[in-house]
């Protein structure tokens, strides 16, 4: 069966950075875009970026954008998260997706498998 696991979450000072992975498994990992989505306490999931099943497009939600890259190796089945310039408001449970299309989404119900998801705390 399909398998999303993340990893890399932590607490980390508000300016700092992390980098989450997203290990795949029971799937053909490059022929599906992936995205990143997070959770705080009390709020909706909330899309964060996603990336193409090549590689070669990105797309961010505003409140990350230029602070957070996406980017994967289909070699490896995994799709990371790299975030820089972290903010208290950045403290949620992250969990990674896959979707079966080439194209990237900021729509959850795009989404047809997720992860148990990694939490990220940013201290102010």
């Known amino acids: 069966q399909v398998q999303l696991v993340e990893s890399g979450g932590g607490l980390v000072q508000a300016g700092g950075s992390l980098r989450l992975s997203c290990a795949a498994s029971g799937l053909t990992f490059s022929s599906w875009a992936m995205g990143w989505f997070r959770q705080a306490p009390g709020q909706v999931r909330e899309f964060v970026a996603s990336i193409s099943r090549s590689g070669g497009s990105t797309l961010y939600a505003d409140s990350v954008n230029g602070r957070f890259t996406i980017s994967r190796d289909n070699a490896k089945n995994t799709v990371y998260l790299q975030m820089a310039g972290l903010k208290p408001e950045d403290t949620a449970i992250y969990y990674c997706?896959?979707?079966?299309?080439?194209?990237?989404?900021?729509?959850?119900?795009?989404?047809?498998?997720w992860g148990q998801g990694t939490q990220v705390t940013v201290s102010s």
């Open positions: 997706a896959a979707r079966p299309n080439t194209f990237t989404s900021r729509y959850r119900s795009d989404y047809a498998f």
